[in-house]
């Protein structure tokens, strides 16, 4: 299958700064990409939708000003989190998809943030 | 609303016994459902979906609308199916998201 990378796997940064979190579709065009939060045992929680070149949609409760979302290429997209909190520390997971040929998402690694 | 149901969070069986993972969904168009498998270590990555109709590793999973139910069943379980399995569904509409249950682990012993 096509394979999606994050970048980094695992990140600590302070509380008040800000992080930036890749994530490439390596062998097909994603028109669509999707951002996930994790919790420990817990599900995959939706928080936004990204299409490119288009802004970000975001689910109910999430704060597009914390978590800010750029795909700006068929290839890439990045989730930022800004002004760090311990309570942000979580698993964050993208999938890409290309809409277009109705394929299946595609995950990615994801991506452990602490915050210290 | 979107909503995936998986009332199991552990699922424990024998090596050659059946499986059969549950989930129920609430959708009011027609959905397209899938399973997505995370092994340990390992990103999550697609098992089946509906639309398919096809057996992946001995796993089939049948919509039935009127339960609105999508069961994941494998006749006989290995040790190398022990993994955590999220059912997800994908409404109709240009959004085209995801939402997924809050999974069962599946823990096949000898």
């Known amino acids: 299958g096509a394979v999606v990378s994050q970048h980094p796997s695992r990140v600590i940064c302070k509380s008040g700064t800000s992080v930036k979190i890749e994530c490439r579709s390596l062998?097909?065009?994603?028109?669509?990409m999707f951002w996930y939060r994790q919790f420990p045992k817990q599900s995959l929680m939706l928080m936004a939708t990204?299409?490119?070149?288009?802004?970000?949609?975001?689910e109910q409760g999430v704060e597009k000003d914390k978590f800010l979302i750029n795909h700006a290429s068929l290839t890439l997209s990045t989730l930022t989190v800004t002004s760090a909190h311990p309570e942000d520390s979580s698993f964050y997971i993208c999938?890409?998809?290309?809409?277009?040929?109705?394929?299946?998402?595609?995950f990615g690694q994801g991506t452990r943030l602490t915050v210290v | 609303a979107q909503r995936v149901t998986q009332p199991e969070k552990l699922l424990s069986v024998f090596k050659g016994a059946p499986v059969e993972l549950k989930c129920n969904y609430s959708?009011?168009?027609?959905?397209?459902l899938f399973w997505y498998v995370q092994y340990s270590r390992q990103r999550l990555q697609l098992l089946l979906r509906?639309?398919s109709r096809e057996s992946i590793k001995g796993f089939t999973a049948d919509l039935n609308k009127g339960e609105t139910s999508f069961h994941l069943k494998k006749p006989f379980a290995q040790e190398e199916d022990s993994a955590m399995y999220y059912c997800?569904?994908?409404?109709?509409?240009?959004?085209?998201?995801?939402?997924f249950g809050t999974g069962t682990r599946l823990q096949v012993t000898l």
């Open positions: 509906h639309i």
């Open positions: 990204s299409n490119e070149g288009s802004k970000a949609t975001y």
């Open positions: 999938s890409a998809r290309d809409v277009g040929t109705n394929t299946e998402a595609f």
């Open positions: 959708y009011s168009g027609s959905p397209e």
């Open positions: 997800a569904l994908r409404g109709t509409g240009t959004a085209s998201k995801l939402t």
């Open positions: 062998d097909f065009q994603a028109t669509t």
